[in-house]
């Protein structure tokens, strides 16, 4: 994993746009989002049972895997439509790569979280973020839930108002 300040150029989402500004997982943490990398699947069992992730499945973003090429296409784009969830998003890397953008404190500057196979990242609930295949067009993660695995995005900024929005600036942008 790397984790970087996006450089904010238009162009093709899938390339790094590193700005050469490297964030600490000290950063990450503040804005609540949690790293981990681990090879072993039991390790990441004990992670979902202290955390009390019940539910998983695991989703291959290819076209087959996603159900055909339209769907794909599709998803892709909602994907990296600028979202949050009510639940955390947890995601661990089995295999391909992609990008997790979140945003930073100050709102204008997209943080970037590169993802590779064994890294596991967890998203709270609330937090605006985006995602994205790298240019080597595959990813496949394992999805850990909290709940029955119920996947809705909420765009901005219509989410402003959302109450899980609002709990999540009082914790970790409002100090
Ligand atoms: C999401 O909600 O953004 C995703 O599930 C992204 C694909 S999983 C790495
Ligand atoms: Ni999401």
Known sequence: MRVYIHDQKEGDQRDPHDSGQAVSLEDLDKLGVLYYHHDDMESVDKIAE????????????????????????QK???????????????RYILDGEG????RHKD??????????KGDLIILPSGIYHRFTLSN????????LFQAEPKWI???????????????YVQKFLKV
């Open 50 to 73: 202290e955390r009390g992730y019940v539910n998983r499945d695991v989703i291959n973003i290819t076209p087959e895997g996603l159900g055909g090429q339209e769907i794909y296409e």
């Open 76 to 90: 892709l784009k909602t994907f990296y439509a600028e979202h949050l969830h009510e639940d955390e998003e947890i």
């Open 99 to 102: 990008y997790f953008d979140v």
């Open 107 to 116: 709102d204008e500057n997209w943080i970037r979280i590169e993802i590779t």
């Open 136 to 143: 080597k067009d595959y990813i496949k993660a394992m999805r």
């Open 153 to 167: 995005a909420y765009n901005r900024p219509d989410a402003d108002s959302n109450p899980y929005r609002e709990t």
